[in-house]
Every structure is written in structure tokens, then in C-alpha cells.
């Protein structure tokens, strides 16, 4: 859930230039394209794997079976139908109206399946505006080399595309840089598919607009390729499914309809009817039937009594479970919707003592500079690596960066999204040049920055499905540790003297939103919080009554370890609940919750959020799943910012009164 990449990356993306970029038309702006130079790779690469696939085993590692130039490339894998993508770690300067090339070389193992309905393999490319957080819009290109445009609100890919080559193929297309855009990162999806595809020769280049502009043909390629005869910006965006609810913002009240137009937005001739399903919490089936929009639009309408979520899902007509091909949320009577289990009597007392055992461990920094001057552009900050002491022998690691010049900053915490991988150093170099003092944290006891083969054996082995570690019993779960460490964090941030001792940031996502809560809880001296779509709220969501579907880390679910005791796993939730955390907030949040995501439940955030006693600003997002795919958390991103520059300038921000 590193997300960013549609995340927490794209916002605090810093923006550089390498290898001498736009220096002359066709230079690959990509730095190791043909992943040749191994050691790099975590370095110029970064993998994010979806919070629904972490169990999928996701993993990226250097292959020299297959590649089509040099002698290796990207392998990636997963052993059950996952999400997740790769993309360099920077975003690359260019210039509106100019054309450039993006492309990659692909090749589907023999093991390599799709999702029925899923593109399987698709690059989509980030355009960004320096002006802006958050992305201004995408083009996708699949594999058959069409290509579709960012159209708000709709962003997502294509439902469908074509076989998987099982030879080397390019997927290509040129792009013209939109107006107000500066930025572009091109980003390869492993979309809904599972087995094994490699990867090779990444390139982003300049293109004389006096060039051909059709895309080459594929190397002993199955399928044809199509011809680009202009710049994909020119191409009407391929059609999709469309399921929007009539209020805009999804709020409604209770017994009040909620209609869900569902359309297509491409040639109706043929269409097949699609089955759908409406559930109260992503729970209980209130509703189905079909959809048949061949001849226009069609309605789906439904309402509740009760505070809660309505979604409508819409699925290939032979199935009403798995991967959905479109959704539509609503949530009735937000400020109403409460915990589903009452919180342990002594949940104070329990934390208070895991707080004493943490005290009695010294910090012990040790802190590390580090030389960045490879990046370009940060001359202006001091780069370190940090490592800290914390319970039973264990050890926070992290990156640090700050200003050179000036005494005092305002502080802040990143705390990592749920999967193990190493850290980026693009978050804490932009933000150190904002003017913050920045300790970003790995969620797990690992050092930060090992070659991807490091973490990917971790995942496979004693960290597979780390969530469930210990959540029978609440002195051993896995999270106690996690929890601890960002105490030891902020024990470490304001015992220094560069800290101005007035703001104190914590922010993440996913599971770093669930991370940030207990932070805040558990520490005073934290002033602001700042979450995405937070993990861990409402663990035994099933238990409500009404019951409400479980989302991150899955206590509740029916794939947990078979070993595990069920009913002490409900005795230690109530201690690890992020809607009881947040309880213990007593600083300025803003959170953010979308209406369709099935990790961090938006019943459970919402929860969350109406259980925080202090100044806070909730943005209920009706059209954003976990990761906002088609850019549906540009909304969070943009207000995150607001707050970020206001903290740091001491301006008033934009919260309103607590319940």
C-alpha cells in the first residue's frame, strides 16, 4: 500500500532530472531502462503492491531467463491474481506541447494468467503540474497498443484487453504533454493476472515532432499493432463502465433513495446485461438483479433506515463475487455511524503499561549521513540514515532529512503503508526542501534500503501475511512492535534540537493512517494528523448488527491461519482498533474515506473519524476505491497540501468543531 504510486509517492514526488535529460531528441530520460545494473535497481525502481494482493506474494527480482536486449530483466510475480506495478522512483521534467515516446518491452511467462475481463498488463502514465499535488491526469496504453485518456471522474483502465504475448512485445505510444503539465512518469500495472511477466527496456523519450509518430512493430509478436498516426492525446479515450450515484457528494439520509446511473461510455451495439449486487456495508445483499444499457442509460436505486454504506456492484453477468467491473458508494447519515464493539475496559491501562516497558529501553540514536549528492537538486537539505533502540531487542530504522540552513523546523512522521519493501528517499528529500524536518520509518524491524531479492524472500517466508502474526494475543501481535516503533520515532524527533518544539506532523496511509492514529493516540506531543484511507478500523466489523464486511488486516476473514484461536483473536482487536485510537486523538486530523474501497472500509473510517475528540475535516470520497484509482483522491491530496504549508507558516487551519 506504498500508494502512492498512487499514494503518498505522488504528492511528496520530487521532481529531478539525470543522464542529462532533454539534452537532444531521443534520449531515454529512464535511468537503468534494461535493468542491466542490478544493485540500482531499488534505487531508480520503486514496487507498490495493492492492499488486496499482499497475499498474493507480489514480488519483483532480477532475471537473466528471458530479456530482450542486454543479459536481464524485471521478473515480476505473483501466485494468485494480484494488483501491483512498477515505476521509477522520480518524476521527469518536460515540457506542454512537446512529444515523447513511452514504451516497454513485456513477455508473459508460461504461468502467466488474467483475470477474466482484466487488461493484465497496461503502462499508465502520470502527468503532474509542479503547481498541483496529486496527478493532473493519465494515459493508459494497453497491450494491443491502444491507448485511453484520463476523462474525470473515470481513470481507471479498460476492463478488458488482449491474450498476454508470449514473446517480446512493445507496447508503445506517443503522448503530447497537456498544457499546464511539467512532469511525466510512466508506470507498468500488473493488473488483476497472476504467474510470471518479465519486463525490459523502460523508455521515455523526446520526440522531434517532425518524426513518424506510428508505433513499431513487436518482436515475433502475436497480436498486430495499431498505428499511432498522432500523439495519444488526439485519440478518443477507449469507453468504460460508469456507476454514479445523484448526489455528488454521496451523502444522503436515512430512507432516502439513492439512485446509481450505470452507463457505457462507448458503442452500445452488442452490449451484454450485467448483473449487480447492492450491499449494506459491503455485507448484507439488500438488492440485485441486471443492468442492460444497450439501449442507454440505466438506474439502480436503493435506501437504508440505518446509518451506514450502500454499494452497488456490477459484474460480468455469469458472476456476482470477486472483481467487480464497476462500483458506485453512498453513505447514509455519516456523522451517525459508531463503533460495532465496545472497547476494552483496560485498553488505557494496557498501552500505558506497553509505554513504561518502551521508556525503559534508551533511544540510543544512531544517525548516519549519507551522501545524495547523486540526486540532483539537493544540495539544499543533509540526508541521513537513522536507527533506534526499541522493545525486546528490536530496532526502528529510517531516513531522515532537513534543511541545511536554518536552526528550528517543524517535525514530521511518515509512516509506512502495509507490504515489505524498502523505503523510498523521495518523500523525505521533498519534504526536508519544503522546509520540514522529516523521519519517514520502515513498518518493519529490516534495514531500509536492500536489494528488492532481500524483501522479496521475507515476503515469502517469516513475514508472509505479517498481519496475523501474534493477533491472538495482544502482548505478541505484530503491531504492538510496529506501534512502539513510532513512539520511539517521536521520542527520537523531539529530543532534537533542530525541532522547533511547536509542530509535530504524522501522516500515511493505509496502513500507515492505521500507524498514524495510535501515534497520535499514544503520544501528546503529536500535534497534527494527517491520514489516507486509514487500515485497521472496525477490526470485527462482522460482529455489528448490523454486520459490516471486513477490510486490512483481515482478523476477521476466512483465509486467517486455521492455528489461530477466534475468540482470543476478538479479545486483542479491541486493543489494536484504529477506531479506538483515534478516540485518544486529541490534535487538529484530517482523514480521508472512499465510499468504494473494500481494505480500509469506509464504515470503519467514518467511525473512526465521528470518534476523534478534537478539530478535525473528513473528505468522503464517493468514487474512490483504496488506491483512488482515476485520480478520485486528488481531492485529499490537494486539501493535505493546504495543510502541510499551513502548519508549516503557522496559518489556521481548516478544520471544524468535534462531535
Aim: glycine share 8%; charged share 15%.
Amino acid at each position: 500500500m506504498r500508494h502512492s504510486i498512487f499514494c503518498s509517492v505522488v504528492l511528496f514526488a520530487f521532481h529531478l532530472s539525470s543522464l542529462g535529460l532533454l539534452a537532444g531528441d531521443g534520449a531515454n530520460l529512464i535511468s537503468n531502462p534494461g535493468f542491466e545494473n542490478a544493485p540500482d535497481a531499488p534505487a531508480t525502481y520503486s514496487v507498490f503492491t495493492a492492499p488486496d494482493s499482499q497475499a498474493a506474494n507480489c514480488r519483483f527480482t532480477i532475471s537473466t531467463d528471458s530479456f530482450h536486449s542486454g543479459k536481464q530483466s524485471a521478473l515480476l510475480q505473483a501466485d494468485d491474481f494480484a494488483r501491483f506495478s512498477l515505476c521509477p522512483i522520480v518524476t521527469y521534467p518536460v515540457v506542454a506541447g512537446e512529444l515523447y515516446r513511452v514504451g516497454v518491452w513485456v513477455k508473459a511467462g508460461a504461468d502467466f494468467q488474467m483475470e477474466p475481463g482484466s487488461p493484465g498488463v497496461v503502462i499508465r502514465v502520470n502527468q503532474t503540474a509542479s503547481s498541483t499535488p496529486g496527478p493532473a491526469g493519465f494515459t493508459f496504453i494497453y497491450l494491443d497498443n491502444t491507448v485511453s485518456q484520463a476523462e474525470p471522474p473515470d481513470y481507471s483502465p479498460l476492463p478488458a484487453s488482449v491474450p498476454a504475448p508470449t514473446q517480446w512485445t512493445r507496447i508503445e505510444t506517443v503522448v503530447k504533454v497537456p498544457a499546464g503539465v511539467d512532469h511525466l512518469v510512466p508506470t507498468l500495472f500488473y493488473w488483476k493476472a497472476k504467474g510470471s511477466l518479465y519486463v525490459d527496456d523502460f523508455s521515455l523519450q523526446k520526440v522531434d515532432p517532425t518524426s513518424p509518430l506510428s508505433t513499431p512493430a513487436s518482436s515475433a509478436s502475436p497480436h498486430s499493432t495499431s498505428s499511432n498516426n498522432a500523439p495519444s492525446p488526439l485519440i478518443p479515450a477507449p469507453p468504460r463502465w460508469v456507476v454514479k450515484p445523484d448526489h455528488e457528494n454521496g451523502i444522503y439520509g436515512p430512507n432516502e433513495k439513492v439512485t446509481w446511473t450505470v452507463d457505457f461510455t462507448g458503442d452500445r451495439t452488442g452490449l451484454p446485461a450485467l448483473a449487480y449486487v447492492v450491499k449494506e456495508d459491503g455485507q448484507v445483499e439488500v438488492g440485485k438483479g441486471t443492468v442492460d444499457v444497450s439501449a442507454g442509460p440505466m438506474t439502480i436505486t436503493a435506501s437504508r433506515s440505518t446509518p451506514g454504506i450502500l454499494v452497488a456492484q456490477i459484474y460480468p453477468a455469469a458472476k456476482t463475487s470477486g472483481y467487480s467491473v464497476a462500483a458506485g458508494g453512498a453513505v447514509i447519515a455519516p456523522d451517525q455511524i459508531s463503533l460495532s464493539t465496545p472497547v476494552p475496559a483496560d485498553f488505557d491501562a494496557f498501552w500505558q503499561s506497553k509505554l513504561k516497558e518502551l521508556a525503559a529501553v534508551p533511544v540510543n540514536p544512531v544517525v548516519a549521513p549519507e551522501d545524495i549528492s547523486s540526486i540532483k537538486y539537493t544540495g539544499s537539505i543533509d540526508f541521513y540514515k537513522v536507527m533506534l533502540d526499541n522493545i525486546n531487542g528490536t530496532h526502528v530504522y529510517g531516513q531522515m532529512a532537513r534543511p541545511k540552513a536554518g536552526k528550528k523546523f517543524p517535525a514530521m512522521l511518515i509512516v509506512q503503508s502495509a507490504g515489505v519493501y524498502p523505503l523510498d528517499k523521495t518523500p523525505v528529500i521533498a519534504s526536508a526542501k519544503a522546509g520540514w524536518l522529516v523521519l519517514n520509518i520502515i513498518a518493519h524491524d529490516l534495514p531500509i534500503d536492500e536489494p528488492p531479492d532481500f524483501y522479496n524472500k521475507l515476503k515469502a517466508t517469516t513475514l508472509k501475511d505479517y498481519q496475523f502474526i501474534g493477533c491472538d494475543d495482544r502482548d505478541k501481535a505484530y503491531f504492538l512492535r510496529m506501534f512502539l516503533s513510532c513512539v520511539r520515532a517521536v521520542d527520537y524527533l523531539t529530543s532534537r534540537p533542530d525541532w522547533d518544539g511547536k509542530i509535530l506532523l504524522v501522516t500515511g496511509g493505509s496502513q500507515g493512517g492505521f500507524q498514524s492514529f495510535a501515534t497520535a493516540a499514544l503520544c501528546p506531543q503529536i500535534t497534527d494528523v494527517a491520514v489516507s484511507v486509514p487500515a485497521g478500523c472496525d477490526l470485527l466489523g462482522p460482529l455489528a448488527n448490523p454486520p459490516r464486511a471486513f477490510g486490512w488486516p483481515y482478523w476477521s476473514s476466512s483465509w486467517m491461519p486455521k492455528e489461530l484461536d477466534k475468540k482470543k483473536i476478538e479479545e486483542t482487536a479491541g486493543y489494536y482498533d484504529g477506531i479506538n485510537f483515534a478516540a485518544r486523538i486529541h490534535c487538529p486530523t484530517l482523514a480521508c474515506v472512499g465510499l468504494i474501497d473494500d481494505t480500509a472500509r469506509p464504515t470503519g473510517v467514518i467511525a473512526a473519524y465521528n470518534a476523534i475528540k478534537a478539530p478535525k475535516e473528513l473528505l468522503i470520497l464517493p468514487l474512490s476505491d483504496h488506491h483512488g484509482t482515476g485520480n478520485a483522491q486528488a481531492a485529499y491530496w490537494q486539501e493535505f497540501a493546504t495543510w502541510r504549508n499551513d502548519l508549516r507558516d503557522g496559518k489556521p487551519l481548516p478544520t471544524k468543531n468535534a462531535n
